[in-house]
């Protein structure tokens, strides 16, 4: 039974060095901005909000496809400059990667930040031909898997070249965290936590998806990412659901980076 809810979603008390995190990963995103020069794409605008921004990261030859990535912070922290680096792995095996930002709580409410990612793979679809493929991280893995519901707010035409979605450290049912104190800010009530949760809603029909976790991931993690994986297979979506041996919550999207991780090679797969 759990006692304390706000320790079961705590990330960083638990994971050594913890703090250290975000500077490397702030470090390691600008240069691999630098490193890929005029192949990375800044700032293109898909909404008239300060965040509603993405950056487009380009392989040097024809792009396969359009990959995805939505970054994680709780809903609440974090942008897309935070991340560039996770885009090496798919753009080395030629796909065109596109990492948004989105409008934080308290401004935005989750409903907001659904359509924002809505929006924001619209617009990146439109610069890139060929199938589209999804990941995402802690809330990201929330935001991507939304993607994936019946009701999300996409074109038909959209919908119809999505291939794969990976989310990773997902938070799927998001009931649970109605009793956290972080609620003060996310402003969470229980329709719209019914609504925006994926395990509540059903997939689209052709759904594939991956659940991939951390095996030293918090326990509600581990039970988060299992459960989408068990729910959507039972209905009828193609899904599996992956724990990661040595991995905690901080360095499981590491493999990103490696063109030749089966986490890279998840994001980028494009079915038949």
């Known amino acids: 039974m759990i006692v304390d809810w706000d320790d079961a979603y705590a990330n960083g008390p638990h994971i050594d060095g913890a703090e250290s995190y975000p500077a490397l990963w702030t470090s390691r995103a600008a240069s691999y901005r630098t490193e890929l020069g005029d192949r990375a794409e800044l700032d293109i605008a898909y909404g008239d909000g300060a965040r509603q921004r993405f950056d487009l990261f380009r392989p040097a030859g024809v792009p396969a496809g359009l990959a995805l990535f939505v970054h994680g912070g709780y809903w609440k922290a974090f942008d897309k400059n935070t991340w560039s680096h996770l885009a090496r792995g798919a753009v080395e095996n030629g796909w065109a990667v596109a990492l948004p930002s989105y409008t934080l709580a308290p401004e935005a409410r989750l409903t907001d930040m659904t359509e924002e990612i809505a929006r924001a793979l619209a617009a990146a679809a439109e610069r890139v031909d060929g199938p589209v493929n999804l990941a995402g991280h802690s809330a990201g893995g929330h935001l991507v898997t939304r993607m994936l519901c019946r009701n999300a707010p996409l074109g038909k035409n959209l919908r119809a070249r999505m291939r794969q979605v990976v989310s990773i450290s997902g938070l799927h049912d998001l009931r649970p965290l109605l009793k956290l104190e972080m609620n003060q800010v996310l402003r969470l009530d229980d329709a719209e936590a019914v609504m925006e949760s994926p395990a509540l809603q059903y997939p689209v029909e052709g ?45 499981v999207i590491a493999d990103l980076e490696d063109r030749d991780s089966a986490l890279t090679q998840s994001f980028i797969d494009a079915g038949v």
Request: charged share 25%.
């Open 207 to 251: 759904a594939r998806l991956t659940c991939w976790v951390g095996a030293d991931e918090r326990p509600e993690f581990l039970r988060q990412n299992d459960l989408l994986a068990n729910i959507w297979t039972g209905l009828g979506a193609e899904t599996k659901a992956v724990r990661v041996p040595d991995k905690h919550h901080f360095n």
